[in-house]
C-alpha cells in the first residue's frame, strides 16, 4: 500500500474567529483536535502542517511525532492566496516517495479517526476499480426544495409537491477532507481530479466552523459526543 502523507494549511491570523486555529475549543487549541484524529490513522505515516506561525514549537509538537512543519513562503501569505497554490509548494518540497495525499482542515473538528480510515479504503478502492477514480471529496446530502435568488426551483417542480425526502438530493462540497495523488493534482492543479468519488458524510459530524456560530456548534456537539 501506498504511504499517505496529510496536508493541513494553519494561518496564525484568522479573519471571521480571531485567532480560531489557536483558540481553545474544550480541553486543546482547535489545531490539536484534527491533529489528534489524523494521528491516530495507522494508514496515515506523516502529517504536514503548512504554517506562517511561529507558535508550532520543538516543544508543542513532541505529542505527535507524525507531524512536521513546513514553513509557507512570504509570496503565499495572506487572506486571498489560493489554497491550491500553497498544496502546489508542498507537494514540490514533500518527499517524492509520497504519491497519495489527504488534506483536511483545523476546522473539521468532529471528523473521527474512524471516518477518516474508511475514506481511505473506499478511495484504494475506487481508484483501482475499473472507474478507476483519482481524487475523493466528502459531500454533505441535503433533501430540501432549493431556489435561485429569481425564484426559480433548483431541484424540484413547485406545482408537484412531492416529500422532501422523495426529492434528489443536493450534495455540498463540505471542505471536510480530500484525497488525490499527485498525478491528479498535476494534471488538475486541484485537490479535486477529473475522477472524482464523492464520499457523503453524516452531517454533523462533517460540522465545519466557519465563523462564531458554527464554533458554537462545533463546541456543543463535542461536548456532548464527550458526555455519551
Known sequence: MEPIAALIPIKDHSERVPGKNFRPLLDAPLWEHIVRTLSAVPRIEKIFIDTDSKRFTQEVLAPYPKVEIIERP??????????????????????????????THTTNPLLTAATVQDMIGKFEAAAAAAEKHDSLFTVTAYFARFYQRDGSAVNHD?????????????????????????????ATNARIGARPLLFEMDRLEATDIDDQETWELAEALMSRRGRA
Open 158 to 186: 413547485p406545482k408537484v409537491l412531492l416529500r422532501t425526502q422523495d426529492l434528489a438530493p443536493l450534495l455540498e462540497e463540505n471542505s471536510n477532507l480530500y484525497l488525490f495523488t499527485r498525478d491528479s493534482f498535476a
Open 74 to 103: 512570504e509570496h503565499l501569505r495572506g487572506d486571498f492566496v489560493s489554497t491550491n497554490k500553497l498544496f502546489a509548494h508542498d507537494l514540490s518540497v514533500i518527499d517524492p516517495r509520497f504519491r497519495v495525499f489527504l488534506q
